[in-house]
C-alpha cells in the first residue's frame, strides 16, 4: 500500500472514530501522567563516562587510589598577610575536619595542611623524622606556627603545590567515591561548610570541582524551569498574536503536553534519570511538535476559509494531505537522533533513545490528534482579536513568490553556494571538546568559573590526569630506570606552558635524599639501586598510615602514577597532552613495566573527546542517511533524497560556522542538540516540497508556479510562522544563568531562522529550476507560466 492510500484510509477511520481515537490518546496520556511522579531529575557523573575505551579501563582500574573524576578542590584566601595566623591555621582545620563528612567523601582522599598526608622529612644526629605538617593539632605558639612556615618552605611536595608561593592562600584537595557522588547532596554541604566560616572577615573561599559545577546546574534548576516556561508562554502568545485564533494556540499546546507527558513517561518506565543539562533537548522536540501541528491548523484554515470545506471534512482531508511530508519528518528527526545510540556514552545513548521516543509520539499528539480535534470545530475561521499581523507574513512570503517568479531564482544557487563555502572554512575551526579555559556550562564572570581562574594562576592546576606504570613485580618502582623515566616524562610534560606541574614517587625519593643531606639542593638525586630507594621510601614511611602513598604506588610497589596538573581542559590541550604523552612512551620503552594512559578526570574527558571525534562524523553521516532512506522509501526515488540534503547541509554548515565564531566546542552536550538539528534543517522543506506535489497530485493540469505559490502561501505560512514565533521564545533563554542553556537556545534559533530561508527561498527556487522528477513527473508536460488560479487558496490577509 502507498502512503498516499494509507494517509487516506487512516485519516478516514481517526475522523469517523474521533471520540475513541481521541478518547485513547489522552487517557493514555493521563496514565503517562501518573508516573512522571517517580521522575528523578538529577546529573549522575557515570552516565557521562564512555563504557568502551582504553582510558576508561585506566581510570576505573585506579580511580581509588590515584584519584578519581570527581575531585574538589578548595582554596582558602588570607585577605591580608599569609595564611600562617592561628585563627586562619583553626580555619584549615575545621573545614579539613568538616569535608570528611561530606556524602560520599573518600576519607583516604583529603589532602590539606591539616591532615596526616603532608609531611615533613627531616634528619638529624636522632636519626630520620617524618611527621604530619599540622596533624592532629594546629600550633599554638607563635614560635610553632613560624616552624610550620619554614617546614613548608623547604618542602617542594607542599610549597608551590598545596600552598600557595606568597603564602597567601592554601589548597584543600578531597575526592569521591564515584558509586557513591550525590550532587545534590554535595554541593549545599561544602557550601554550608564554607558559609559557617567564623573568620569571613580574614579569609575567602574558592571552591571547584566537578561536584561543584553540576552542583550550580542543579542549583538553577529552578530558574531553568522557569525560562523554559516562559518560552512555552512567548510562543503560544506570538501564536495566538499572528494566529488570531484559539485553536491556533491551544492546539499545539496541546500538543506538545501530550508528547511531553508520554515521552517522560516512558523514561521513567525504562529506568532513565532526567539530566537537567539536556533540558534544551526536551524544548526542542517540542518546539517540533509545535511545527507540526502549526501546519495542520494552517492547511485547515486555508481549506475552510480559502475553499470553504466544512470543518469535519477539511480536518479529515488536512490529516490525510500532510501525512506524508509530517510522517518523512518524524521518521528523519528519529533517525537522526537514534544515530547518536551508536556512541558508547550512557548519557547520550539515553538522551537518544528517549529523543527518538519524543519524537515519534509527536505522530499521536500532532500528526492525528490534531485533526481529530479540529474535526470538532464549529465556526472555520472566528477571529479572536482584533489585531491583524498577518500582513507581515504575506510580506516575507510575497518577496518568496516573487524570487521564485522572476530570474531571481537562477541567483539563488550559486549566491547560496558562495555564502556555504564562505561558511565551510570557519566551520572547519569547530572545536571537538570544550573551547574555552572555564567551563562551558556556566558564564565566564561566573563564581565557578572566577574561582577557577584564581586558582590556576596560583597553582600548578585545578584539572588533573594520571598515568599509570604497571611493573611485572614487586618492587618494580624503586628501580632507579624507573624512577628516572618518571622523571624525564614529568620534565618533558612540564614544558607544555597548559600542564602547571606533575608529582610522583620519583620527587619523594629525591626529597628524602636532599633532607638526609641537610637540605643541600645538591644531593636531590636518586639512589643508586633498588635498595637504596627502598629505604628513602622506607624514612618517609616512618610514623605514617599505610595510605600515605596510595596516590602515587600500591603498597607492594608494583604499579605506581605519575599525576599531572593542567590549567584548562580545552580539547586542543587534551589533544596536545596526549600527543605527547604517547610520544614520550613510544621512545622510552622501560622493560618489565607498562605504561598506560590515562585516569583521573581528564583521562575521562579526554576519552569523551576521542570518542566524540571519531563518532560524530559517523552519526551526522548515518543521520544523513536516514534522511535519503526516508524520502526514497516515501517518493521512490533516490534523487528526491539527494534533493532534500541540501537544507541539511545549508543549516549544518551554517551552525558548527556559528558554533566556531561562539567557541562553542561540540561536547558531550551539545551533540544531541547537532543531531536533532540535522531533522530541524529539512522538516520546513518537506512541508513546502510535498506540498507543491500535493497539489500537482490534485490538480494535474496545474501549472508548476501555481502549485509553488500555493505551497509558499500555504505550507510556507506555516514555516515562517512556527520559525518565527519560536525562534522567538527561545530567545529568553539568553538570560539563563546557565551558559550552556543561552548558547543552545541561540543555536536553536539561529537553526529555525537558517531553516525556513532555506525552505522558503532555496528549495522553490530548486524545484523550479531542476525540476525534479519525483515532483513533476505525474503531471502532464506544461509551459513554465506563472498566471494566477481561482483554485489558489491564499488566506494570509
Request: charged share 20%; glycine share 8%.
Amino acid at each position: 500500500m502507498s502512503v498516499s492510500r494509507f494517509a487516506g484510509s487512516l485519516s478516514e477511520f481517526c475522523i469517523r472514530q474521533r471520540g475513541p481515537v481521541a478518547g485513547v490518546i489522552l487517557g493514555a496520556t493521563l496514565l503517562m501522567a501518573l508516573t512522571l511522579l517517580k521522575m528523578d531529575v538529577r546529573t549522575v557523573f557515570s552516565d557521562m563516562v564512555p563504557s568502551d575505551h582504553p582510558y576508561v579501563d585506566v581510570h576505573e582500574g585506579y580511580k581509588d587510589t590515584f584519584g578519581g573524576t570527581n575531585k574538589v578542590s578548595i582554596l582558602i584566601k588570607a585577605k591580608e598577610g599569609t595564611i600562617f595566623t592561628k585563627p586562619i591555621l583553626d580555619e584549615i582545620q575545621r573545614v579539613t575536619r568538616e569535608l570528611a563528612k561530606v556524602s560520599g567523601v573518600n576519607p583516604f582522599q583529603v589532602v590539606s595542611l591539616a591532615s596526616r598526608k603532608l609531611k615533613s622529612v627531616s634528619a638529624s644526629s636522632m636519626g630520620i623524622e617524618s611527621v604530619p605538617l599540622m596533624w592532629p593539632d594546629v600550633p599554638e605558639t607563635q614560635g610553632d606556627i613560624q616552624a610550620l612556615r619554614d617546614s613548608v618552605l623547604n618542602n617542594p611536595l607542599v610549597y608551590g603545590i598545596y600552598v600557595e608561593k606568597d603564602l597567601g592562600s592554601t589548597l584543600l584537595q578531597m575526592d569521591f567515591y564515584d558509586h557513591l557522588v550525590d550532587y545534590s547532596k554535595i554541593f549545599p554541604q561544602i557550601k554550608a561548610i564554607l558559609d559557617a566560616s567564623p573568620v569571613k572577615d580574614q579569609v575567602s573561599h574558592h571552591v571547584v570541582g566537578e561536584p561543584i559545577l553540576y552542583g550550580w546546574v542543579d542549583f538553577y534548576l529552578e530558574e531553568t524551569v522557569a525560562i523554559a516556561l516562559l518560552s512555552l508562554a512567548a510562543m503560544l502568545f506570538a501564536l495566538f498574536l499572528l494566529n488570531r485564533t484559539w485553536r491556533g494556540t491551544l492546539l499545539p499546546l496541546l500538543s506538545g503536553v501530550v508528547s511531553t507527558i508520554w515521552a517522560l513517561g516512558i523514561g521513567v518506565l525504562l529506568g532513565f534519570n532526567f539530566d537537567p543539562l539536556v533540558i534544551v533537548v526536551a524544548f526542542i522536540i517540542t518546539a517540533r511538535c509545535f511545527s507540526h501541528a502549526v501546519q495542520l491548523i494552517t492547511r485547515f484554515d486555508d481549506l475552510c476559509d480559502g475553499e470553504g470545506v466544512e470543518p469535519r471534512r477539511a480536518a479529515e482531508q488536512t490529516m490525510k494531505e500532510l501525512f506524508r511530508p509530517g510522517l518523512l519528518g518524524l521518521v528523519s528527526d528519529a533517525g537522526a537522533i537514534l544515530c547518536v545510540v551508536l556512541t558508547p556514552i550512557p548519557l547520550l545513548q539515553k538522551v537518544s533513545i528517549i529523543g527518538a521516543i519524543w519524537v515519534i509520539t509527536i505522530g499521536f499528539s500532532a500528526v492525528i490528534l490534531t485533526p481529530v480535534m479540529l474535526s470538532w470545530v464549529k465556526a472555520p475561521l472566528r477571529n479572536a482579536h482584533p489585531v491583524n499581523l498577518r500582513f507581515l507574513l504575506t510580506t516575507v512570503l510575497s518577496l518568496a513568490v516573487k524570487v521564485v517568479e522572476t530570474r531571481g531564482r537562477y541567483y539563488v544557487l550559486p549566491v547560496t553556494l558562495v555564502g556555504v563555502g564562505l561558511l565551510v572554512f570557519k566551520a572547519t575551526d569547530l572545536t571537538i571538546g570544550d573551547a574555552t579555559t572555564g567551563s562551558p556550562i556556566l558564564w565566564e564572570d561566573s563564581s565557578f568559573n572566577r574561582d577557577s581562574a584564581l586558582i590556576n594562576a596560583n597553582y600548578p592546576g585545578t584539572e588533573q590526569m594520571f598515568i599509570v606504570l604497571e611493573g611485572a613485580e614487586e618492587d618494580a618502582l624503586k628501580r632507579p630506570d624507573v624512577l628516572d623515566w618518571m622523571q624525564r616524562f614529568q620534565r618533558r610534560m612540564e614544558r607544555m606552558p597548559q600542564v602547571g606541574g606533575s608529582i610522583s614517587l620519583a620527587d619523594i625519593v629525591v626529597d628524602v635524599r636532599r633532607n638526609l643531606y641537610e637540605g643541600n639542593p645538591r644531593y636531590r638525586e636518586l639512589g643508586a639501586s633498588r635498595l637504596e630507594n627502598g629505604e628513602l621510601i622506607s624514612f618517609y614511611m616512618q610514623g605514617a598510615a599505610p595510605d600515605d602513598l596510595a596516590q602515587f604506588a600500591d603498597t607492594l610497589f608494583q604499579n605506581g602514577s605519575v599525576i599531572l596538573f593542567f590549567r584548562d581542559r580545552q580539547g586542543e590541550t587534551l589533544r596536545q597532552a596526549t600527543y605527547q604523552i604517547e610520544r614520550f612512551i613510544a621512545g622510552n620503552p622501560l622493560d618489565g613495566v607498562t605504561v598506560r594512559l590515562a585516569g583521573g578526570s581528564l583521562g575521562i574527558i579526554a576519552a569523551v573527546n576521542e570518542i566524540l571525534l571519531s563518532d560524530q562524523i559517523e552519526a551526522i553521516a548515518l543521520a544523513l542517511l536516514v534522511v535519503i532512506l526516508s524520502c526514497l522509501a516515501v517518493y521512490r526515488s533516490s534523487a528526491s533524497g539527494i534533493f532534500f540534503i541540501v537544507p541539511v547541509l545549508i543549516s549544518n554548515v551554517v551552525t558548527f560556522a556559528f558554533m566556531a565564531w561562539q567557541g562553542i566546542g561540540m561536547s558531550i552536550s551539545t551533540l544531541p542538540v547537532v543531531a536533532l538539528g540535522i531533522g530541524l534543517g529539512v522538516d520546513y522543506a518537506f512541508y513546502i516540497v510535498d506540498s507543491i506535489k500535493e497539489y500537482l497530485e490534485k490538480y494535474p493540469e496545474a501549472e508548476h508556479m501555481e502549485a509553488i505559490r500555493q505551497a509558499l502561501y500555504s505550507a510556507g505560512r506555516g514555516v515562517l510562522l512556527t520559525s518565527v514565533t519560536l525562534a522567538a521564545g527561545v530567545l529568553l533563554w539568553s538570560f539563563s544563568s546557565l551558559r550552556f542553556q543561552a548558547e543552545m537556545g541561540t543555536l536553536i534559533g539561529l537553526w529555525l531562522l537558517v531553516s525556513a530561508f532555506t525552505s522558503l527561498f532555496v528549495m522553490p527556487s530548486l524545484v523550479r529550476v531542476l525540476k525534479p522528477k519525483f515532483i513533476f513527473d505525474e503531471a502532464p508536460q506544461q509551459a513554465d507560466s506563472a498566471p494566477g488560479s481561482d483554485r489558489l487558496a491564499q488566506s494570509t490577509h
